[in-house]
């Protein structure tokens, strides 16, 4: 059995900033251990290529949540990343920090010393920031967060015109001073490539003799003695192997596999584990329990002027725009599909409670997680509330490992969330009755004439996830309320975290790659300190 420092479970956002941070000085033993292969495919690198491995099952787990009473009772399709860089490397790359007060209400939540002011300076230190001319700022960061909009197709610029009829403002960046309005989106691209964590982190911590990568291998528990977390077991092939950790276990599986891992590993309800014959280690009700998602509704519309259906929409336009991006890196393949976006208020808001998305291009995802892309011109505008109040949950259904978990979201079941429902349809209503883009639409719905039941009937019936889940391994005061205390310590068991998004105590208003990556880079930060200073927990050091 080979002896580390530390053990990492996942290779994904929040693993391979643990693994870089953790590896740094030379003087720990890192293991970080992935379920997928490796990430270096072409439809990965390209920006615009998570078309294609959206439901790829060679990068992604490809989940579906059960029968959702909130969404008409429908299933919806939930990938996850199942590769080296997890869903950093299949996401659409839109690097969006989060509102000040998600922040905030993280430590309202029982997360003391995860508030804005507290987090603020690790993004500044998470980031380069690329000017449209590919310069970069002077900064030591490893995120490399790209202005494209040089690249952005020239029909997003009547999605800003629209945003200044609508009344709301445009911005420059929506990481900036000024979070509120829309604007042109960052992105995790760099020199035309997909920038993942995997890339930013991972690779030049590998050039380390102290850290090992193990990749397609499956962890199928984190080994507990007398309360201690001691390391994990795997199967690699056919290859059963254990690994110690002498310090710790980070559990950063992700929001859905963090807890079917604790739970299998003897973690969660008592009573879900005895129903599947696994000895309880500790009976902590919360895991799995508290999940958050944001859902969104899209409304298309037939354009006059053309888009990006019309280069990639037909096969003599896909192979165009290939052979140019092979050639230099640039058109349409270069550019995530997300061009504009930002945050707006309802009309009862006091604060901005709804995220828009405007694209320059006309698709539909069908139920198997494929996307349509229509051939002729065309666009979207979408809509999502930000801070659902909702709370679903993941529950195993088997002590097998192999076995997915149940995914029950429980969406608009508050009546706060169904009143944001409404409002995402009135924001859109709002955009698409501007000049701007009744002057370039046609054939679109008519959603002016919808009544507020009309809106949120259709968001029953057609809002889906934009899988940005959450909050199932939640930090918090107590372990009645919390699965972490407030530096990610799993209640109750000494020697293991978690830190992935699963630890958020609720869901940040935007896009969740670039907060996961910050709350890694702060929770290596807490491991590193308490390796220094040892506090006592769970009855062991």
Known sequence: METYDFIVVGAGSAGCVLADRLSASGRHKVLLIEAGGSDRRFRIKVPLGYGKTYDDPSLNWCY??????????????????????????????????????????WETAGAVGWNWQSVRATYSQLETQVAPSEAEKPSFGRVHVSDTSARMHPFSAHFLQAARQAGWPVVDDLNGSKREGIARLRSTVKNGRRWSAADAFLRPALKRNNLRVVSNALVERVVLQNGVATGVEYTQGTQRVQARAAREVIVSAGAINSPQLLQISGIGPAEVLQRHGIKVHANLSQVGQGLQDHLGISYQFAATEPTLNNSLGNWPGKIAAGLQYLLTRAGPLSVPINQVSGFVRSDQGQRADLQMYCNPMSYTMRADG?????????????????????????????????????????????????????????????????????????????????????????FQARAGSVYHASCTCRMGASEKSSVLDARLRVHGVAGLRVIDASSFPNVTSGNTNAPVMMLAARGAEMILQDTAHPIRQGGAI
């Not at 192999?402 to 979201?409: F, L, M, Q, S, T």
């Not at 969330?417 to 002057?439: M, V």
């Not at 679109?444 to 259709?458: E, H, K, T, V």
Request: aromatic share 4%; with cysteine.
């Open 64 to 105: 579906t949540a059960k029968a959702d009473p909130g969404l008409a009772n429908r299933t919806t399709f939930w990938p996850r990343g199942r590769v080296i860089g997890g869903s950093s490397s299949i996401n659409a790359m839109a690097y969006l920090q989060g509102l000040p007060h998600d922040f905030d209400d």
């Open 370 to 458: 494929k996307p349509d892309v229509a051939s002729k011109a065309g666009f979207l505008i979408c809509a999502q509330p930000c801070r659902p109040t909702s709370r679903g949950e993941v529950t195993i259904t088997s002590a097998d490992p192999k076995v997915g978990p149940d995914i029950r979201p429980y969406s608009l079941s508050t009546n706060d969330d169904c009143a944001l429902a409404i409002a995402a349809g009135r924001a859109a209503q709002k955009l698409a009755g501007t000049p701007a883009i009744q002057s370039v639409s046609r054939d679109g719905p008519d959603i002016a004439a919808m009544s507020d039941n009309d809106l949120l009937a259709d």
